[in-house]
């Protein structure tokens, strides 16, 4: 009889961890479940040596550091771990890539609502015709978002409620209602 | 932090084949691929126990997203019994205890060799295609750090006057399969060397698709409801493969893209390139109950 490995626990939840965020980023504005609720398991399945990383969580800091990543200021960092919405400025800083490199762009996750009361329109890739979607952050970071980003150079949101999580690539337009 | 904590248990195989930062690396620039669709990113293409050009490109990125509850499909030329389909569908279940399937409709999880199914790919499914070449500019520059700074131009001029110079000598456009197609309006991509009949299957179609190439180390991606536009003159409509009327010898199943079998009078019969659709063909003629799902294509041709 042919024995099959097992997956252990860290792979089994990396693993789905990750076919979460692949669908949340091919459909951007729906969500989908993670394995556990909140940013850790995300550095988990995505971060090691390679990465530069910035967090402003004492608690995503130690998960961090545990991967090996090099903790970064904020310009520097390919992904950054936020516990609240950042502002415009904030935004600005950030890694965006290159035309000839634009894979460099940094990946941002942020805590948010799925209840909340800015309204946003969402279309482009991944978007069938438009969908909409709730959140808290300030209508200001959308439009501010699309402001600074010039395509192909951007950078990707991972919106994070409890255990469910959003994905809002460069491509999505982002409309505030 | 210290070696140890960085480390794990030994293991007799890392579960997938692939080791943990090996996968993590490709989830890292399949991200990105994603959010940057037909763009090429780079990565380290590791070792799997298969030669490169045979397929290792895809093999890592099945190996990355496989667990045990995956359903895998593995195409060869549209076929699912030749030898590289049968040994890497093989090795893809050995290495994870995924469950296999033939059957396109039940796949989780489809890693093909250069065909699109013709029955449509549903919104939960995944299909990763093996790319020999991922870059479109070859043949019109083969310096890849020059060809990396036209993609970042968005300069696709000598690839318009490639297509331009073979209709000019030949007529028509001789680029018979991998047709170089413009993806989200910004980035030329080869779809892997899928035939024409294939790539409009691509165009604002529900499932993902991951192309990945082992040997030349770079993935791309298409993600769903994105514009895949193969490259073509206001003049000189895009045409795929005259096999709308040619119908299977041994099925019946007419409107597919077929396979050329010569015959020894110098004729030749076709049978249909998708074997799986072929076999169900047949097993519903013979009465036996298989659901065949939509096709891409109806009656041999594209709907508008």
């Known amino acids: 009889m042919t024995h099959y490995p097992t997956p252990s626990d860290f792979e089994a ?25 909140g940013q850790a398991g995300i550095i988990l399945t995505l971060i090691d040596r390679e990465c530069a990383i910035y967090t402003d969580s004492e608690e995503l800091r130690a998960v961090a550091a545990s991967t090996g990543a090099h903790p970064v200021a904020a310009e520097c960092a390919d992904h950054l771990f936020l516990t609240s919405v950042p502002n415009v400025a904030f935004l600005r800083q950030l890694r965006q890539g290159s035309d000839m490199y634009p894979e460099e762009g940094a990946t941002l996750v942020l805590p948010a609502s799925f209840k909340g009361n800015t309204r946003l329109r ?56 | 932090m210290s070696i140890k904590s960085l480390t794990k248990e030994w293991e ?89 399937t033939m059957d396109t409709l039940k796949a989780d999880l489809i890693q093909s060799r250069h065909r699109i199914p013709e029955e449509k790919l549903r919104e939960d499914q995944v299909l990763v295609l093996q790319v020999p070449n991922p870059e479109p500019l070859r043949p019109v520059q083969p310096n890849m750090s020059i060809a990396r700074q036209m993609h970042a131009d968005a300069d696709y001029g000598r690839m318009w006057l490639q297509l331009y110079e073979q209709i000019v000598r030949s007529g028509r ?58 490259l073509v003159f206001d003049d000189v409509p895009y045409r795929v493969e005259d096999h709308g009327d040619l119908t299977c010898t041994r099925s019946g199943a007419k409107g597919y893209f077929m396979n050329e079998i010569p015959q020894d009078d110098g004729s030749s019969t076709y049978e249909v390139s998708d074997s799986e659709l072929g076999v169900k063909t047949i097993r519903q003629r013979d009465g036996e109950g298989t659901a065949i799902g939509a096709t891409w294509y109806e009656e041999g041709r594209m709907p508008q």
């Not at chain 1, 939840?13 to 394995?35: D, F, H, I, K, V």
């Not at chain 1, 200001?140 to 150079?153: E, G, S």
């Not at chain 2, 993806?183 to 892997?192: A, N």
């Open chain 1, 122 to 177: 969402l279309t482009g890739p991944g978007v069938d015709g438009e969908i909409t979607i709730n959140l808290d952050a300030p209508p200001v970071i959308w439009t501010a978002r699309k402001q600074i980003m010039r395509y192909p150079m951007g950078f990707e949101i991972f919106l994070v409620d409890g255990d469910q999580v959003i994905g809002l690539p460069r491509t999505t337009e982002i409309e505030v209602l």
């Open chain 2, 12 to 100: 007799p195989m890392a579960y997938g084949f692939l080791d943990a930062s090996a996968k993590r690396e490709i989830r890292r620039k399949t991200l990105k691929a994603i959010a940057v669709p037909g763009c090429q990113m780079p990565y380290a293409s590791r070792e799997v126990p298969m030669a490169r050009g045979w397929g290792t490109g895809g093999l890592q990125i099945s190996c990355t997203l496989i667990n045990p509850q995956t359903t895998v499909k593995v195409i060869d030329q549209g076929a699912d019994d030749s030898v590289n389909a049968a040994s890497i569908r093989r090795f893809l279940s050995r290495v994870s205890g995924a469950p296999t």
């Open chain 2, 173 to 230: 456009v001789m680029q018979g399969a991998s047709y170089p197609s413009l993806v989200h309006g910004r980035f030329v991509m080869t779809p892997s060397p899928i035939p024409r009949w294939d790539v409009p299957k691509m165009h604002m179609a529900k499932h993902l698709t991951i192309l990945s190439a082992g040997r030349e180390k770079r993935l791309h991606a298409v993600p769903p409801f994105a514009r895949v536009e193969p």
């Open chain 1, 13 to 37: 939840q990396t693993n789905a961890t990750y076919e979460a965020l692949m669908w949340a980023l091919s459909r951007p504005g729906r969500a989908r479940g993670l394995p556990q609720a």
